[in-house]
């Protein structure tokens, strides 16, 4: 498989890069903030788990992980790798979310899939000849590898809520 890299200069782009994960992220922290507010009055049972997993996973997790692989990756990932991190890493979100609500334990295993789609390509675009501090660099491979872990405990816990 080949390692697909933009040849323009990063310089001045790297900021632009990661502005979609910190929007995308913004958003979910927002949607979290809401269904926290609404989780009591309107009896919502998974309420208090999906607006954590929004704020969490959906919006902290995705801004750090992509400002961080834009500050750590050699070279600017190519576009379109750019653009499968978000799509893959979203739709692994919402999968998530809708499968746990709806206690459809393979519809949360889909959004799982997803999410570990979007970690190998972040290990992927930073690699070895990754710049930065070291201790960025195995804090970003640590978080990676702890989300990583945490998704087919996770996952299990999902099949054993739904019987």
Not at 100 to 117: A, K, R
Not at 118 to 133: H, N, S
Not at 136 to 146: F, G, I, K, N, Q
Request: net charge positive.
């Amino acid at each position: 498989m080949t390692h697909h890299v933009d040849s323009r200069p990063a310089t001045g782009t790297r900021l632009r890069d990661d502005l979609p994960f910190r929007a995308v992220a913004g958003a979910w922290v927002i949607a979290g903030g809401l269904v926290a507010a609404v989780t009591s009055p309107l009896g919502l049972g998974h309420g208090s788990w999906a607006a954590a997993f929004l704020v969490l996973v959906g919006g902290v997790l995705q801004a750090g992980l992509g400002i961080a692989q834009h500050a750590l990756a050699p070279q600017r990932p190519w576009p379109g790798i750019l653009r499968a991190e978000l799509l893959t890493w979203n739709l692994g979100c919402l999968a998530v979310v809708a499968g746990t609500v709806l206690s459809s334990p393979w519809i949360v295993d889909g959004g799982g899939l997803l999410l570990m789609v979007t970690m190998g390509l972040m290990i992927r675009a930073v690699g070895r000849g990754a710049k930065g501090p070291a201790w960025a660099l195995w804090t970003y491979r640590a978080v990676l590898l702890l989300t990583v872990v945490s998704i087919p405990i996770g996952l299990l816990l999902a099949h054993l809520r739904a019987g």
